[in-house]
C-alpha cells in the first residue's frame, strides 16, 4: 500500500488549502484514515481521523476550521482548511490504519502559513 499525498503549499494567514491523499495498493479493512502534523521541534500529532463506522475527530485546535473527507471509491482522503493560522505551519502526513493496527504513511506535505 502506499499513499500519495499532495495539496500543500504557501498561504497567508486567514486563507484556505486543500490537502489530498490518495491510497493505492491491496487496500481492504480499513479502520481509520487521517491527517497528522509535525512542526519544527514538535511531535506529530493528530490533525483529523475518520474512523470506520464510527465519525470523525478533530483536534481542539482545528475544530470548526478543518473538514476531512473520505472517497471510498476513489481511495482518497481530503483535508479541507480554513482560516489557516501561523500555527498551522507543519508537514502534513496522511495515514491509514488497517486491520491488525498496521499503519501506512504518506510522505508528507509541507503547508507554511505567513502572517
Known amino acids: 500500500v502506499q499513499l500519495q499525498a499532495s495539496g500543500g503549499g504557501l498561504v497567508q494567514a486567514g486563507g484556505s488549502l486543500r490537502l489530498s491523499c490518495e491510497a493505492s495498493?491491496?487496500?481492504?479493512?480499513?479502520?481509520?484514515n487521517g491527517w497528522y502534523r509535525q512542526a519544527p521541534g514538535k511531535q506529530r500529532e493528530l490533525v483529523a481521523d475518520i474512523i470506520t463506522g464510527v465519525g470523525t475527530r478533530y483536534s481542539d485546535s482545528v475544530k470548526g476550521r478543518f473538514t476531512i473527507s473520505r472517497d471510498n471509491t476513489k481511495h482518497t482522503v481530503d483535508l479541507q482548511m480554513n482560516s489557516l493560522k501561523p500555527e498551522d505551519t507543519a508537514i502534513y502526513y496522511c495515514n491509514m490504519r488497517v486491520r491488525g493496527d498496521v499503519n501506512y504513511w504518506g510522505q508528507g506535505t509541507q503547508v507554511t502559513v505567513s502572517s
Open positions: 495498493g491491496s487496500i481492504f479493512s480499513v479502520n481509520a
